[in-house]
Antibody
Framework: QLQESGPGLVKPSETLSLTCIVS??????????WSWIRQPPGKGLEWIGG???????ESNPSLGSRVTISVDSSKSHFSLDLRSVTVADTAVYYC????????????WGQGSLVIVSS | DIQLTQSPSSLSASVGDRVTITCRAS??????LNWYQQKPGEAPELLIH???KLQSGGPSRFSGSGSGADFTLTISSLQPEDFATYYC?????????FGQGTRVEVK
């Protein structure tokens, strides 16, 4: 199971920070990337990026250098930092697991709504 | 980036209907195409992976087919719990992209 946590309100230009706690399985498995996906209200899904248990990351170039994804295997969680947010970053943020071989996203956390507003 | 275009964007159907949703990729994704179901207020759930493999526990009325750049999700007999939005997703190359979604509504 995956569970997101973090503030629901962030001011423009600040940093959005979320954590995903992984339970019921090891975050150190060699077969998975731990990913973040977001969904603006009423819109579709956008892959943000992911992290391997070694700390190696991959991210969507559309977000440029604003994204940092990290992992803490000892605490079974991984995190997302999105810097310099604007109202366009308002979305439900999901954490999920991506299979290395198949690329499928499963399972998903319940999602965390983050609103960017002053 | 690989663009995925779903059609239709929405459809109205009745319980018992056969429903088909298509997903076209801007370039080949081989068979690395997955389908998700999302109900209002809930996270997406994996339905079909690698084009045609039904996710464990998934109803057998759902099936997927295709290869290369053209894919189809079929619901053989629509049930009340199937009214939702469906997304395709390619896992062929990063960045991993989704279609815009197909909303299945009650007729």
């Amino acid at each position: 199971q995956l569970q997101e946590s973090g503030p629901g309100l962030v001011k423009p230009s600040e940093t959005l920070s979320l954590t995903c706690i992984v339970s019921g399985g090891s975050i150190s498995g060699h077969s998975y990337h731990w990913s973040w996906i977001r969904q603006p209200p009423g819109k579709g899904l956008e892959w943000i990026g992911g992290v391997f248990h070694t700390g190696n990351t991959e991210s969507n170039p559309s977000l440029g250098s604003r994204v940092t994804i990290s992992v803490d295997s000892s605490k079974s969680h991984f995190s997302l930092d999105l810097r310099s947010v604007t109202v366009a970053d308002t979305a439900v943020y999901y954490c999920t697991r991506r299979g290395i071989l198949t690329g499928r996203f499963d399972p998903w956390g319940q999602g965390s709504l983050v609103i960017v507003s002053s | 980036d690989i663009q995925l275009t779903q059609s239709p964007s929405s459809l109205s159907a009745s319980v018992g209907d056969r429903v088909t949703i298509t997903c076209r990729a801007s370039q080949t994704v081989s068979t690395y195409l997955n389908w998700y179901q999302q109900k209002p207020g809930e996270a997406p759930e994996l339905l079909i992976h690698e084009t045609s493999k039904l996710q464990s526990g998934g109803p057998s009325r759902f099936s997927g087919s295709g290869s290369g750049a053209d894919f189809t999700l079929t619901i053989s007999s629509l049930q009340p719990e199937d009214f939702a939005t469906y997304y395709c997703q390619q896992s062929y190359s990063s960045p991993y992209t989704f279609g815009q979604g197909t909303r299945v509504e009650v007729k």
